[in-house]
């Protein structure tokens, strides 16, 4: 598989990492010229690499795998080697916490990510490219994840007008224990924009569409929580690309 194979991986993690301030730019002079590279050959596929808009000392990332197997092999493969080892000290020197980690599948029916951009060489950026990452909690029960998987899914990118991948809790144990992953049921969904304009004039559609609404006080009285991060791709993300908004739209 090549990077561009993020979108068909089984098993995908978000990964969200809480930096010392300040810490970000540091910790991406690491990321970029030699995590990336060293992820993608031992069997890992990234997906996209972002500095939280809200949050500058927050890095949240994706990546991806063919199976829960592959993905013990792949990470033993890349911490068990070099590149980590390494570099591992310089990384963790960056971090408070690393342990916020979602393990994820695709929901059904499958929501891919789109074709992902090609990265740039590693370095800063002020990508204007806005992505929009939501993560909602669930309760015990099977029905908010379908209710968001279909229904959910359907109203969100019609009204949003661009397209919008959507995962849900991976149940099998986690193989590589050594990474923790967080308990619980969620779902995440990944949207992209060309800017904030753009993201902004989706975000007002949602918020008066009636058909969304629905939906939301249905999650809200089935005991969902949800949480939005604003994003920014950094200069090695390979996120799907941003869609321009339909005429009617823009």
């Not at 990321?31 to 949050?55: K, S, T």
């Not at 990546?63 to 592959?70: L, N, P």
Request: net charge negative.
């Amino acid at each position: 598989m090549r990077s561009s194979d993020f979108a068909s991986c089984a098993v995908v993690e978000m990964r969200r990492y809480a930096l010392r301030p300040g810490h970000f730019d540091e910790l991406q002079r690491v990321f970029q010229p030699w995590f990336v590279a060293g992820q993608e050959q031992a069997g890992m596929r990234l997906g996209g690499q972002f500095r939280d808009r809200d949050d500058p000392d927050r890095f949240v990332w994706f990546r991806g795998f063919a199976s829960m197997d592959q993905r013990r092999e792949a990470l033993e493969s890349f911490y068990f080697g070099p590149v980590w080892q390494a570099h591992r000290d310089a990384a963790n020197a960056t971090m408070i916490d690393s342990d916020d980690v979602l393990l994820l599948r695709s929901t059904e029916p499958a929501h891919r990510p789109g074709t992902p951009v090609a990265p740039a060489q590693p370095g800063p950026t002020a990508d204007p490219t806005w992505a929009v990452a939501q993560v909602w909690s669930l309760p015990a029960d099977a029905g908010p994840e379908a209710w968001l998987a279909t229904a959910g899914h359907a109203v969100l990118q019609r009204v949003l007008g661009v397209p919008v991948a959507m995962w849900r809790t991976e149940p099998a144990q986690n193989t590589f224990p050594r990474l923790p992953v967080r308990d619980g049921r969620f779902v995440v969904s990944l949207a992209v924009f060309e800017d904030g304009e753009q993201w902004s004039r989706a975000a007002a559609r949602l918020d008066d569409d009636p058909d969304w609404r629905r939906i939301t006080d249905r999650l809200s009285a089935a005991g969902v929580t949800s949480e939005v991060n604003h994003l920014q791709p950094t200069a090695t993300s390979s996120h799907p690309a941003p869609v321009a908004a339909p005429a009617d739209q823009a």
